[in-house]
DNA sequence: GTGTAGCGTGAAAGCGGTTTCTCGGCGGGG
DNA sequence: CCCCGCCGAGAAACCGCTTTCACGCTACAC
């Protein structure tokens, strides 16, 4: 190394001491060595009295490989993506790999020289990279494999993926409040051009289609507690009485200002999240949300990266399907809905998993 | 690369086609090229048609230098790293570096070996090792360099470390809450062996000390939401008109059961959380707590570990001071404290910051 | 007794770069 | 006109480890 902090001992110091050659050291730091076990002692000593650890860089340069694995988001501040990482290091950490961690920046155009360099410095990628066009994607993937995507299934990539799948999450809460009676919502918007907002779109407006004879005000909003909070005065003059958060966060931060404003929740409007993060089972009045697995969600991902990077092929993607939490944000509408109503409290049609 | 995904195109092929030796190759891509531009100009073209870009790998052995340092914390999950971790990875990544993240799982012993072993991986540490014995430590140091410690500013380490006053923000809260009337307060404790759950304790007692006439009343928690909640009963048991949370997570889970058993916040007891993490001024009823700049700390961090692989000699210590944020969670106790007051409102005696 | 198979170990060639050292060629000064 | 010095660029050593290949030795079979 080039600073003379602590002059790592190498392979050659312990072989010269051991009296031996290099490659025997090498073959029995890695239970190589088939020779006479009074040799391997010498050289086990010899490496215990000089503390002796073998390089991971040269290793990794003779190797070819590094055993760690990178995993590139557009925010890590974002608590999803923090429940992700969790699991997934501890995951790749019980198989001897390390994570290294890289923010785009939610920058479109970083995430893609993000991912390629990280990618070279490690033995594969997690990528999350929802702003990132398709064919921008598909043309990267050769650089990037083994990769296994994250939130990139619906499309045809030739890549293994794990998804979430946000469109049915978002209708599972659509059809719970349509059960309760609302017929008309709001949809809080998180951040415009991410994946994960624009399949819950896409959910909503399934839902719509299936339900009928019902109302969707979208407003434009974020991702944090703040953009619900000032989202509320908006909220309210759509004269919804249900509304659909893009995720608890910003739910939280709706049903503060409403609050504060003097409109109660369920009783004058409904409030459902999106995630199920931990606190949100504990505040006034309890959060009705779906939960997302990201624990497993990481976890998966590791298995699965694990196993394209040992050479296996790419098993199929898999969708973790959010589950509804039911509980006090959600309630009926405050009046009766108008007129048309057909069929009252009967859920939405069919297709409820 | 051992696996033939995609042979990536080395130094001496560019060299090759360009018709020059590596040696040229080399410096041209680093900008250390003093020659005929029209040399350059061939090599850099080359370099491009080839799609080259050099081996991080084999540049950081011969360097001695990877541009990456990791991040070793108990518990990666904890909310409170992952802020440092945002703005530790956002700041290394403006100058260059990437970060790798190591969880210890909160197992003492593994906090040694898992420092030592990425430590070997990367060319500096940022560490945060609560539960590491004080002389383990220490001894660990020659190896770990150059590294940063986070909280052990305290013990006399022979290493820069960056900590966050965790005694004066306690104390802030308790002060505030003796202003507000109260001498009876209930602390529900954090994880028992960390520093972190050690220095709040300490802080009390000083606190307790100085106060005269107070009580304060320990219990056995955890640092999750859900170890508040079943903390309630214990804190009601005490008779306190005040509780200290660990951290707000707990604060929440606390208030939760309050609630659900009929008691009113701040009405009936004051609470008071720890760390200001965003969403708990939007909650109900907003949570006093003092706010603790872990992201403003991880880019410190940063700064100072930058500094020191630089080889610069380490800058004093700097010890963050948790600012409270007085909200609505905390109030004057139900019924006037008992008779002994002396001096009523008046806050604890000098020494707020 | 010699050929050969087998075994234990070392020499050396990578892995893909960086950098020192060297050398040939050119220009300028005496 | 010759010599010296400088400059541009390549050869080779090196970073620290792995692994192939080869070699020397022993043992066994014929």
């Given at each position: 190394m080039r600073n003379g902090r602590q002059r790592a001992v190498t392979i050659a110091e312990v072989a010269r001491r051991a009296e031996v050659s290099p490659?025997?050291?090498?073959?029995?730091?890695?239970?190589?060595?088939?020779?006479?076990?009074?040799?391997?002692?010498?050289?086990r000593r010899a490496a215990e009295e000089l503390h002796y650890s073998p390089s991971p860089l040269a290793r990794s340069l003779a190797l070819g490989e590094t055993r760690t694995?990178?995993?590139?988001?557009?925010?890590?501040?974002?608590?999803?993506?923090?429940?992700?990482?969790?699991?997934l290091s501890k995951s790749a950490a019980a198989d001897g790999y390390r994570v290294l961690v890289a923010d785009s920046a939610e920058d479109p155009e970083e995430e893609a020289v993000l991912a390629v360099e990280t990618r070279r410095g490690c033995d594969g990628l997690v990528l999350c990279a929802p702003r990132m066009p398709d064919e921008r994607l598909r043309a990267l993937l050769p650089v990037l494999r083994p990769v296994l995507l994250i939130n990139r299934g619906s499309t045809r990539l030739d890549a293994p993926s794990i998804s979430v799948d946000y469109g049915v999450g978002i209708q599972q809460l659509a059809e719970h409040l349509h059960g309760?009676?609302?017929?008309?919502?709001?949809?809080?918007e998180g951040p415009a051009p991410s994946t994960s907002n624009r399949s819950r779109v896409e959910g909503l407006r399934s839902f719509a289609e299936r339900a009928g004879n019902v109302r969707v005000d979208h407003i434009a909003a974020g991702s944090s507690s703040s953009d619900g909070y000032a989202g509320a005065g908006r909220v309210r003059e759509t004269g919804a009485t249900a509304v659909l958060a893009y995720n608890d966060l910003v739910a939280v931060g709706l049903m503060s200002a409403l609050t504060d404003q003097g409109v109660t929740v369920p009783a004058d409007i409904s409030v459902a999240g999106f995630d199920d993060i931990p606190m949100v089972s504990y505040i006034a009045p309890r959060l009705t949300t779906v939960s997302v697995p990201y624990g497993p969600l990481g976890a998966e991902?590791?298995?699965?990266?694990?196993?394209?990077?040992?050479?296996?092929v790419p098993s199929h993607n898999v969708i973790f399907q959010p589950r509804l939490q039911r509980r006090e944000s959600t309630g009926p509408p405050p009046v009766p809905p108008s007129a048309d109503r057909t069929g009252p409290a009967a859920a939405g049609p069919g297709r409820r998993r």
């Open positions: 490659a025997t050291v090498s073959r029995v730091m890695n239970g190589r060595f088939a020779g006479a076990p009074e040799v391997a002692d010498r050289v694995v990178a995993f590139v988001v557009p925010d890590i501040a974002n608590p999803t993506f923090q429940a992700m990482l969790s699991s309760l009676g609302h017929r008309h919502f709001a949809y809080l991902a590791w298995k699965r990266l694990h196993a394209l990077m040992r050479g296996e």
